[in-house]
């Protein structure tokens, strides 16, 4: 059974074989260029199951399809499809030097975006206020914006992103320093307030003076009186930049497969100009959030387009690197973000300087051309000749070095229709969908956990002086964050996207677990006088593990998105971005849902992504090996990423599960598939009878 199987699948009769798969999960050039038609033939990958590209029509008697040779026939020349071996040597790789212009325009752009990634903790954290007239002494009793007691306020944030596929700052409404209790990872008791009639006598005022920690003199908040009852109002507006990026990842993304990157990168860029000034006029705080909306989805068309255009552009061994300067360089946004605010000290004029520097952007209409790689995918010759031809130009090469004889076949080709796709394609795949959902679930949770870390190190802050200031706080994330993209950068290099992933969720999970249940064990002991432990030895745990949490959950979240962007077919790329950034913005968005929430559910919040942790170390065992391998350009090509065993088979060794060429090899297994008899159904394709 399983053999008719495998014959069926392959489309063909009994003596037709499948194309065997390279042994790290890509196709060799000439099985990629033949699989490229969109409908074209189902046959089995690699040792990570069988190939089933888009479902193609029933064949027709016999096995095969009636339009197979013509199809095959009229499929594009080896050498076209095969962008990595032909067209980006042909153009000289990264060394020349309009790549590397264009590589560079990629990365400045990485600094607005970081700019306003981190926007939220400037323009929105919660200052104190006490009644106008009362005195600036009463700001020492703590009273903050959500009409809470504290007398230890600290920053309304957690860790924000980092790199420039991230999608908003990770700022958090709640108040951090009611985080600290008993248990580190449990829901801590809030501090009991004062009397009732001196917190509703504050709440009474009809005036506010307030005193803002961040730099700044005035800011949303201030602006608006946005305490008291009015408070839950400050929540919505955090709400609205992230709701406004996860739509704009998921709807761009596809907007960017079927028109180009170029014209939603341009378009994005002038849409954001134009929300995000206007922003800064806002006259009311319903008309700033609705505005924080668009400016969110045009913000997404830009991070998501230029993070595809700089995987396009670099060759194989270049990827990772090149991702991880544009993310130093957004970096270098959040660390100069407070003396900016500093600089600017009103919010209207910080907003404005934030966005001011997307004009220059506008240049890029004129500067920066369509991807290449997505043309030759799509099937668009004709605009593809042109480009390569601008390419050669600007590089000052000779077209007669042209060794491999690209431009001659592209010549023979230009007639032909484009072909584009649309990412709903992918749930007629097998091995695609599948990595792509693994990606989510990994995005999504470590996004949504390095909030749960933040919280839980935050509220030591009463205990720990160094985290009672705000600029402390920010720099210990940041400097957790940078140390994380320098952790990234030497695991990736010694175990691949896929080891250095599997490492850091498992980092993940083990501080997650240990904060959970750990530390509860330790305040047992600690109530007995004979153990020797304090609640300061509690608290120092605590800290450690939220410590290594959020360095290893950064890691997760960046690497999930870098991941999908290599596995992904460039065909459907920027709508598999959009998707895995969407999660991460979903995951995000769980924090000030909590805090809207007063923090209720936060035990469970926590507990939740723990489990998840688990399963995605599971998952991630079934994601392919991408390091050095071409990129996909379509979806048959995505379909042979299949994924390989961690280490290497030691030499001799058989795998219990014989892979393509090896299964063509068998002759015994050979022979019976050929004659059609010989094995019972239940025999499988390594000879073992299934039970």
């Known amino acids: 059974?399983?053999?008719?199987?495998?014959?069926?699948?392959?489309?063909?009769?009994?003596?037709?074989?499948?194309?065997?798969?390279?042994?790290?999960?890509?196709?060799?050039?000439?099985?990629?260029?033949a699989s490229a038609p969109l409908g074209g033939r189902a046959g089995p990958s690699g040792g990570g199951g069988e190939i089933q590209p888009l479902p193609a029509p029933h064949p027709a008697a016999g096995g095969q399809h009636p339009g197979c040779s013509s199809a095959a026939a009229a499929a594009?020349?080896?050498?076209?499809?095969?962008?990595?071996?032909?067209?980006?040597?042909?153009?000289?790789?990264?060394?020349?030097?309009?790549q590397k212009t264009l590589v560079l325009l990629t990365w400045i752009p990485a600094l607005f975006i970081g700019f306003s990634q981190f926007s939220d903790s400037f323009l929105l954290d919660q200052p104190n206020f006490w009644c106008r007239g009362a005195g600036k002494g009463a700001e020492l009793a703590g009273v903050t914006a959500t009409g809470q007691w504290d007398s230890g306020d600290v920053a309304n944030w957690t860790s924000p992103p980092t790199t420039p596929f991230s999608t908003a700052s990770w700022g958090a409404a709640g108040n951090l320093s009611n985080s600290s209790g008993a248990d580190g990872g449990d829901t801590p008791p809030l501090p009991s307030?004062?009397?009732k009639g001196d917190n509703a006598s504050n709440c009474d005022c009809h005036a506010w003076d307030y005193g803002i920690r961040t730099g700044l003199v005035q800011n949303v908040v201030s602006k608006w009186d946005l305490v008291c009852d009015n408070a839950w109002k400050v929540h919505i507006a955090k709400f609205s930049l992230l709701v406004g990026l996860i739509f704009g990842y998921l709807i761009t993304g596809c907007i960017a497969d079927w028109v180009g990157r170029r014209p939603v990168l341009l378009f994005s860029i002038i849409f954001i100009l134009i929300f995000g000034l206007t922003v800064a006029l806002s006259v009311n705080v319903t008309m700033?959030?609705?505005?924080?909306?668009?400016?969110?989805?045009?913000?997404?068309?830009?991070?998501?387009?230029?993070?595809?255009?700089?995987?396009?552009?670099?060759?194989?061994?270049?990827?990772?690197?090149?991702?991880?300067?544009?993310?130093?360089?957004?970096?270098?946004?959040?660390?100069?973000?407070?003396?900016?605010?500093?600089?600017?000290?009103?919010?209207?004029?910080?907003?404005?300087?934030?966005?001011?520097?997307?004009?220059?952007?506008?240049l890029y209409w004129s500067i920066f051309p369509e991807s290449l790689r997505w043309l030759m995918a799509t099937q668009q010759f004709e605009s593809a000749k042109k480009l390569i031809l601008h390419f050669t130009q600007k590089n000052c090469m000779n077209p007669e070095s042209d060794i491999k004889g690209v431009m001659p076949e592209l010549e023979k080709e230009l007639s032909r229709r484009p072909k584009k796709v649309c990412i709903v394609k992918v749930v007629g795949t097998r091995n695609l969908w599948k990595n792509i959902v693994v990606l989510c679930v990994n995005s999504l949770t470590g996004y949504g956990i390095h909030h749960c870390f933040a919280r839980s190190m935050m509220g030591h802050e009463v205990k720990v002086p160094l985290l009672e200031n705000f600029y402390a706080d920010y720099y210990t994330v940041a400097s957790i964050a940078l140390a994380s993209c320098l952790a990234m950068c030497v695991v990736v290099r010694f175990l691949g996207r896929r080891g250095g992933l599997l490492l850091f969720m498992i980092l993940t999970a083990l501080a997650s677990l240990l904060q959970l249940?750990?530390?509860?064990?330790?305040?047992?002991?600690s109530q007995h006088p004979d153990s020797g432990m304090s609640d300061s030895v509690k608290d120092k745990f605590s800290i450690t593990f939220s410590i290594v949490g959020m360095f290893a959950s950064h890691a997760v979240g960046s690497l999930s998105v870098f991941f999908c962007a290599e596995i992904t077919p460039t065909v459907i790329r920027c709508g598999g971005l959009g998707l895995v950034l969407a999660s991460a913005g979903f995951g995000m968005l769980t924090a000030p849902i909590i805090d809207l929430h007063n923090q209720k559910g936060y035990f469970l919040h926590h507990i939740i992504f723990a489990c998840c942790t688990l399963i995605c170390i599971i998952c991630i065992l079934l994601l392919p090996e991408s390091r050095n391998q071409s990129l996909p350009e379509n979806i048959s090509n995505g379909e042979h990423y299949t994924r390989q065993p961690l280490l290497p088979h030691k030499k001799g060794e058989q795998p219990l599960l014989l892979t393509n060429a090896e299964l063509k090899d068998y002759s015994g297994l050979h022979d019976a598939a050929t004659a059609g008899d010989g094995l019972p159904e239940n025999a499988t394709a390594n000879g073992m009878k299934s039970m």
């Open 1 to 33: 059974m399983a053999i008719d199987r495998r014959r069926e699948a392959a489309g063909g009769g009994p003596g037709r074989q499948p194309p065997p798969a390279e042994e790290n999960g890509s196709l060799p050039p000439g099985d990629a260029a």
């Open 76 to 98: 594009p020349s080896l050498l076209l499809l095969d962008y990595d071996g032909s067209v980006l040597p042909f153009l000289g790789g990264l060394g020349g030097g309009y």
């Open 193 to 195: 307030p004062p009397d």
């Open 288 to 362: 700033f959030s609705t505005l924080r909306f668009f400016e969110g989805f045009c913000l997404a068309g830009i991070i998501l387009t230029l993070y595809a255009l700089r995987i396009e552009l670099c060759p194989p061994g270049k990827r990772f690197m090149i991702t991880m300067v544009a993310s130093f360089v957004a970096m270098a946004g959040q660390f100069l973000m407070p003396g900016l605010a500093a600089l600017c000290r009103d919010w209207q004029v910080l907003q404005a300087l934030i966005i001011c520097p997307f004009l220059l952007m506008l």
């Open 517 to 525: 249940g750990l530390l509860n064990l330790i305040g047992k002991y």
